[in-house]
């Protein structure tokens, strides 16, 4: 019996698919941004989740292909697509209206986990700062996050030799 594994992923095909994650992602931000009251489960949480499912999509294969992919070329388009996902994940946390439309919805009409979706979402985005007073700037959170090194760009040195390293030595203790 032979065994065949499947081809590693192109990068064309990687950005192909990711690009289209992306994209639809940004269409779900602005369609949120956008929505008007009143605010239901139906215009708000459940594409505040398809974003999310989206970008979480595109993290765990791009992550693979990060640490796994044999091209350092597919690697680099990973690592890439990652960091554009984060901006977008950023932004969505840091988007005002979402913030409204969230604290908007009627939460006598939905069950536990929405209830508790709707919790953790704005807690998440006070954390990234969505609630501060308006004209206010969050430049300081997208400039830390878009100065971040790739990950591969950090160079680990060798692991030190039997010869390099020295023996622990015994702590002494002095009794005075």
């Not at 064309?12 to 956008?34: D, I, K, M, Y």
């Not at 969230?102 to 704005?122: C, P, Y």
Request: with cysteine; charged share 25%.
């Amino acid at each position: 019996m032979t065994l065949t594994l499947p081809a590693p992923i192109s990068a064309e095909r990687l950005e192909t698919r990711n690009r289209e994650r992306l994209a639809r992602a940004e269409s779900l931000l602005r369609q949120l941004a956008g929505t008007a009251a009143p605010f239901t489960k139906e215009t708000t949480i459940t594409p505040l989740n398809d974003l999310q499912v989206e970008l979480h999509n595109l993290g765990g294969e791009c992550g693979i292909y990060v640490a796994m992919h044999p091209d350092p070329a597919v690697q680099q388009l990973a690592e890439k697509l990652q960091r554009e996902a984060v901006q977008l994940g950023q932004r969505q946390l840091q988007t005002r209206p979402v913030y409204d439309a969230l604290g908007g919805i009627d939460t006598a009409a939905l069950d536990a986990v929405e209830r508790r979706f709707v919790e953790i979402a704005r807690t998440d985005m006070r954390r990234a700062g969505v609630a501060r007073t308006r004209g206010t700037s969050s430049s300081r959170v997208h400039t830390s996050s878009t100065d971040c090194r790739p990950i591969t760009s950090r160079r680990i040195s060798r692991a030190p030799t039997a010869s390099s390293v020295s023996a622990p030595t015994r702590p002494t203790i002095s009794r005075s």
